[in-house]
């Protein structure tokens, strides 16, 4: 059974950091893209970053361009995710998930909430 | 960056109902489109991709058409489990933008 177990996700002041990782099981991590997704409370879907599966190519959103950092361990079956300066509209649940062109396997989510 | 414009926001059903969905990109995507259903606090679940590919384990009633920039999703018979909110998103290129969303609502 393929899971994805996101953590790391809390309460933090703007101007601070955070350290996601999304813990994978089930598949094959090695062999898939890995993508961050977050969604702010009651709003839609916002694509924030991917890494392919040898961490060759890494993209990210506008948004969050130099000072959200993406990686991976495959030897670890983790993917991360480093968010510095982080600011209020960066509150919402991270999902991390798999997949280049579509997202098939997606965790449960976790919080993260930017506020003083 | 490719600009995904779902309609409508949200629409009232009742069971049985046949339901429409339409999602349109800002430029030709291809058949690059995906579908997801979202329901309250889980994450989404991929439904199609490549805009008619129906994943495996979802019902009939679900299908997908269009390419270029005009897209639909359609449910054939509205079921009590389908309520939910229903996204598109591109993946033609990156950013893989998502639509804004469509809460399918009971009527």
């Known amino acids: 059974e393929v899971q994805l177990v996101e953590s790391g996700g809390g309460l933090v002041k703007p101007g601070g950091s955070l350290r996601l990782s999304c813990a994978a099981s089930g598949f094959t991590f090695s062999s898939y893209t890995m993508n961050w997704v977050r969604q702010a409370p009651g709003k839609g879907l916002d694509w924030v970053s991917s890494i392919t599966s040898s961490s060759n190519y890494i993209y990210y959103a506008d948004s969050v361009m130099g000072r959200f950092t993406i990686s991976r361990d495959n030897a670890k079956n983790s993917l991360y995710l480093q968010m510095n300066s982080l600011r209020a509209e960066d509150t919402a649940v991270y999902y991390c998930a798999t997949g280049d062109t579509a997202h098939l396997y997606w965790g449960q989510g976790t919080l993260v909430t930017v506020s003083s | 960056d490719i600009q995904m414009t779902q309609s409508p926001s949200s629409l009232s059903a009742s069971v049985g109902d046949r339901v429409?969905?339409?999602?349109?990109?800002?430029?030709?995507?291809?058949?690059?489109?995906?579908?997801?259903?979202?329901?309250?606090?889980k994450a989404p679940k991929l439904l199609i991709n490549d805009a008619s590919s129906l994943q495996s384990g979802v019902p009939s009633r679900f299908s997908g058409s269009g390419s270029g920039t005009d897209f639909t999703l359609t449910i054939s018979s509205l079921q009590p489990e389908d309520f939910a909110t229903y996204f598109c998103q591109q993946s033609y290129s990156a950013p893989r933008t998502f639509g804004q969303g469509t809460k399918v609502e009971i009527k």
């Open chain 2, 20 to 41: 429409t969905i339409t999602c349109r990109a800002s430029q030709s995507i291809s058949n690059y489109l995906n579908w997801y259903q979202q329901k309250p606090g």
